[in-house]
């Protein structure tokens, strides 16, 4: 262990929001799970941190992480527009997005964003590629279609009544198991390489060293190999 009980303080005591977003963050038997909230959980206990995780749709999260000073957001990519609003710890889990579309459908023919402007494209609203899509061109009413979170247009686009939806090779297998339906059932056609990596925001009122504490926790769990062994270990399962 890195941190010895000498260094806590009653104050140690931090808030994390999070957004349902498997298989990085989810409620399950209710407590929040996923593969960041388990890297999180494992390194506040590290930096010997309480830490309460709190489920909340995308937006509210972001307003109650930079409205409470003892608190914090995940899974959160950093980009230029959200490096000012946090402190950052991390990186933690991510992986390259895309848009994807059906295998089985292949009249879905985009290789370029000009050319997804033909299709409809699921988004989340708030979601920092609604903000990118937007900045593109695209439409609401047009070419993009609104959701209240990440994984909720899944069951219309297996349908085939929302052309592209926006993933990873991490998320777009857990999704699809949900609803028993391998991974391959739906295939990348465009990245998406305009956000950073997942991070961990937190609110500029939390103390400094709380932040170094967490960031040399995570440091830790990487080095030896537990932060691998949870990433992993959500291969494949069904959230």
């Known amino acids: ?53 709190q489920l909340y749709p995308w937006l509210r999260a972001m307003e109650l992480a930079q409205k409470n000073p003892a608190s914090g957001i995940f899974t959160i990519s950093r980009t230029k527009s959200r490096v000012p609003l946090f402190q950052w710890v991390g990186p933690i889990a991510s992986s390259t997005a895309y848009l994807y579309r059906l295998a089985t459908r292949p009249e879905v023919a ?28 695209f439409e609401y009413g047009k070419n993009l279609i609104e959701f209240r ?3 909720e247009p899944i069951p219309l686009f ?7 939806v926006i993933g990873s090779d991490i998320v777009i297998p857990s999704w699809l198991a949900s609803h028993q339906l391998p991974a391959e059932t739906a295939v990348p056609v465009i990245e998406l390489n305009t956000t950073g990596n997942n991070f961990l925001a937190l609110n500029h ?35």
């Open 149 to 151: 979170s990440k994984s």
């Open 158 to 164: 297996i349908q085939g009544k929302v052309d592209l």
């Open 205 to 239: 009122a939390v103390p400094i060293e709380l932040a170094n504490r967490l960031q040399q926790a995570i440091d830790q769990l990487k080095q030896n190999g537990k932060y691998q062994q949870i990433v992993e270990s959500y291969q494949g399962k069904n959230q």
């Open 110 to 137: 985009a290789k370029t964003l000009e050319q997804a402007k033909q299709f409809s494209i699921a988004v989340a609203h708030g979601d920092v590629y609604e903000e990118f899509l937007l900045s593109q061109g």
């Open 1 to 53: 262990m890195l941190f010895g009980s000498a260094h806590a303080t009653a104050d140690d005591r931090l808030t994390f929001y999070t957004e349902h977003f498997p298989p990085y963050n989810f409620e399950q038997n209710g407590a929040i799970r996923g593969i960041n909230a388990d890297i999180l959980t494992q390194a506040c206990v590290i930096a010997n941190i309480k830490c309460d995780m």
